[in-house]
């Protein structure tokens, strides 16, 4: 009997053994199932490639759906076979990590799930059949483009949905109405970034001084981490934008919409007109270089020619040569304008009416031939401010460099064409005149046979045009010295030519380059004498 009962007890310790093991080895197979401890350990793990990421408590990564920037879940059903929800209620924390970061969200299925930072969480299942995979392992980041491991220090995140302007309509990657998913950048907790199009590689063109527009466009100045995985760090950047520190991609300042309340968000794609603020992603062409010379707007002068920060240049009358005479003490007040790359992104500018020279070891950037010059009014060098034009005018020798000059003032040395200096009554002596030519310095005369607005030259098969042409050009800017109502046209055979005060204006064929006044020596000095404000009106 005692053999007996010996044999029983311990065929009761065996399957007591076999029911532990079995209940043992149904568990571990659920946990390597589900990967999932209502009381797991939410923690950073250092990969090798990826640097740091959350993971669980066994070291298996988490990831974040680009498609859930709004903070709900887009990932069910089907979807939950290859990406299982990660839920850990009240879970311990590992160093590094917030408790104000985590949350819990009830799903669309009634299913609990954490969230980081706004973003429901998430596990990779390779295989689709809710087997997870291993530790340390990150096959998940990336797929599909839509999915990323959960990083604790992203500063760039991807999202995907459907743009919605403030407007209310749907919008395509291309800004016109329509339905689709779009991908775009957004910061850690799923707030929209953008770009401005009026802005320049590094250059931000809209945020003022005082930063008094900041609330409409904030510049997004998160210190720059890490990034999703299929971005390339290395096009992201930095800039000081009046001492805060902006991030840039591609060279474009990123902001945020000051009307985007909630995440994930995308109100600005409407504002003011779609596209002028675009969303940010891969797609998004390099930033255009900022002009090193620009147009500005100026109230009083019109379209002018600006540096890139909007400090005005001039020319001076007595360089229709296309050499500088402003030499030694002259610079101090009239400092050389000189860049070393002629950028005119996004200006109604050609790049031909543009030059760089060296003239007596000294570099000057010239326009139409004539050499660029700034004004500093306390003669130390300063320049003046952007916007300012204060150097129009000074010693009826200087004026605003504008971008469509039709005329031009020229003050030099009359030169006949038999070698005599002249004077402005066209007797021999040596003294400055003043006159005008094209915008590109070529002197312009009227012929003393001529009676207003009556051209007694001109033959009517114009084959003595080439011995003096007549001139015309369509009169947009002038100068501040010149009165656009002292100018007019007339037809001459089919042809418009220029009047001034009546007088038919002309080139001479025999002026073989700019600034030259050999003309005025032809036939006899006077017969056909330059143009300037002194001219009285033709008889």
């Known amino acids: 009997m005692k053999s007996e009962g010996k044999s029983i007890v311990k065929l009761v310790l065996f399957a007591l053994t076999l029911f532990s093991l079995n209940v043992f080895m149904s568990c571990n197979d659920k946990d390597d ?41 887009a990932c069910l059903d089907g979807c939950l076979d290859k990406w299982p929800v990660f839920y850990a209620e009240d879970a311990e924390l590992g160093d ?26 998430y596990y990779y299942a390779p295989s689709s059949d809710g087997v997870v995979e291993a530790p340390g392992a990150i096959t998940g980041d990336g797929v599909g483009n839509v999915w990323f491991a959960a990083k604790p220090d992203y500063s760039i995140m991807l999202a995907n949905a459907q743009l919605v302007g403030n407007d209310g309509n749907n919008y395509t990657s291309s800004y016109e109405v329509g339905e689709g998913a779009t991908t775009f950048f957004v910061d850690a907790s799923g707030r929209t970034l953008y770009a401005f199009i009026k802005d320049y590689h590094g250059k931000n063109n809209f945020t003022k001084s005082d930063f008094s527009n900041d609330g409409s466009w904030p510049i997004y100045t998160a210190e720059l981490e890490a990034v999703a995985s299929s971005l390339s760090a290395d096009d992201f950047g930095t800039i000081d934008v009046f001492g805060m520190t902006q991030i840039t991609y591609k060279g474009w300042p990123l902001y945020y919409f000051g009307q985007d309340t909630e995440r994930g968000q995308t109100k600005g794609v409407s504002v003011p007109s779609p596209g002028v603020w ?67 992104t996004g200006q109604d500018l050609s790049a031909d009416d543009f030059q760089n020279m060296e003239q007596e070891g000294t570099m000057i950037t010239t326009y139409k031939g004539w050499p660029l010059y700034y004004y500093s009014p306390t ?22 460099m504008k971008k469509n000059s039709s005329l031009m ?12 200096n002249y004077l402005e009554d066209y007797t021999v002596g040596d003294g400055e005149t003043t006159y005008f030519t094209d915008a590109k310095g070529n002197t312009l005369y009227i012929f003393t046979n001529d009676t207003n607005n009556d051209n007694n030259f001109t033959a009517s098969d114009f084959s003595n045009d080439g011995s003096w042409p007549i001139f015309y050009v369509e009169i947009d800017q002038l100068p501040s010295d ?58």
């Open 278 to 344: 675009p969303i940010v992603n891969t797609e998004i062409e390099e930033a255009p270089a900022a002009p090193t010379i620009k147009i500005s707007d100026n109230d009083t002068h019109g379209q002018i020619l600006t540096d890139s920060d909007g400090k005005t240049l001039y020319y001076f009358s007595k360089d229709p040569s296309g050499i500088s005479k402003c030499t030694g003490g002259c610079l101090n007040a009239w400092p050389l304008f000189y860049t070393e790359e002629i950028i005119l």
């Open 482 to 539: 010149i009165s656009a109502d002292d100018l007019g046209t007339i037809d001459v055979f089919g042809r418009s030519q220029l009047t001034y005060k009546g007088w038919p204006v002309y080139y001479y064929g025999g002026d073989e380059a700019r600034g030259q006044t050999k003309g005025v020596s032809v036939p006899t000095p006077g017969k056909w004498p330059i143009v300037n404000n002194n001219l009285s009106t033709a008889p």
């Open 409 to 420: 003032i020229a003050k030099a040395q009359l030169v006949g064409n038999d070698g005599n």
């Open 96 to 121: 590094g990590l917030e408790n104000t970061d985590f949350g819990t969200i009830t799903r669309s299925d009634e299913e609990m799930q954490t969230t980081y930072k706004g973003w429901p969480l």
């Open 379 to 400: 003669g130390d060098g300063e320049i003046e401010e952007a916007g300012s034009t204060a150097g129009d005018g000074v010693g009826g020798v200087w004026y605003v």
């Open 33 to 73: 199932q589900m990967g999932i401890d209502g009381t797991a350990k939410i923690q950073i793990s250092e990969h090798a490639t990826l640097g740091k990421v959350l993971t669980d408590a066994e070291g298996v990564t988490l990831y974040y759906y680009s498609k859930d920037a709004d903070g709900s879940s």
